[in-house]
């Protein structure tokens, strides 16, 4: 049996893939609820890639941190501008499921 799309896709880049896009799609459409549609589809295809490599204590916390991320860089935009705060975002939620399921 070959391996699954779970277990063979890099979730980092996915990960960092549904914080920009979800944010790209809401500011190019004008249309908030088409980023979290975004946001939310990239995390479910992150989060069955972390579920399968992980387990479900590490898929706990990576969702936290992508969706803490996600609810930070709100509040952080307003200091440092929208795209430096999902950018960050991004790299944080990227980074750590680098580290903690891709690598692996």
Same mark, same amino acid.
């Given at each position: 049996m070959s391996p699954s799309v779970s277990t063979t896709l890099p979730t980092a880049p996915v990960?960092?893939?549904?914080?920009?896009? &979800?944010?790209l799609a809401a500011r190019v459409t004008g249309?908030?609820? *088409?980023?979290?549609?975004?946001l939310a589809g990239a995390g479910v295809l992150?989060?069955? &890639?972390? *579920?399968?490599?992980?387990?479900?204590?590490t898929t706990a916390a990576l969702s936290v941190i992508y969706l803490g991320g996600f609810g930070a860089s709100h509040p952080l935009a307003k200091k440092v501008g929208a795209w430096p705060a999902v950018l960050g975002a991004a790299a944080v939620s990227a980074g750590a499921a680098h580290v903690l399921s891709d690598r692996g």
């Open positions: 990960a960092a893939a549904g914080l920009v896009g &979800g944010y249309i908030r609820p *088409l980023g979290g549609v975004v992150a989060g069955r &890639g972390w *579920l399968a490599k992980s387990g479900p204590a």
